[in-house]
């Protein structure tokens, strides 16, 4: 499996972005999906994720700004991310997870800054 992120930028603070996440190759055995961060001098944290049948789970921090949802059509994940704050800054990397051993397939990672 390949991702491919994009979407990325720099947004005023209050202002909303849209990430992308690509996949290509076999989905099959695919369970969770979603994108962790990774702010400047901090580890990776989970953001939001799908987990299989489609139940979805968030960082507390992005409750009620953040939604995450996919295409199955089209195997792409998107983060649409509203009213943002500068401390969502950070390199976004969606993923994928393996149903049965786990491993997480990663994609390249997209920068937001959230900066006036």
């Known amino acids: 499996v390949q991702l491919q992120a994009s979407g990325g930028g720099l947004v005023q603070p209050g202002g909303s972005l849209r990430l992308s996440c690509a996949a290509s190759?076999?989905?099959?055995?695919?369970?969770?999906m979603g994108w962790y961060r990774q702010a400047p001098g901090k580890q990776r944290d989970l953001v939001a994720r799908?987990?299989?049948?489609?139940?979805?789970n968030y960082a507390d921090a992005v409750k009620g700004r953040f939604t995450i949802s996919k295409d199955g059509a089209k195997n792409i994940i998107y983060l649409q991310m509203n009213n943002l704050k500068p401390e969502d800054t950070g390199v976004y990397y969606c993923?994928?997870?393996?149903?049965?051993?786990?491993?997480?397939?990663w994609g390249q990672g997209t920068q937001v800054t959230v900066s006036s």
């Open positions: 993923f994928v997870m393996r149903g049965y051993d786990g491993y997480n397939y």
């Open positions: 190759g076999s989905m099959f055995g695919i369970a969770d």
């Open positions: 799908i987990i299989r049948g489609g139940a979805t």
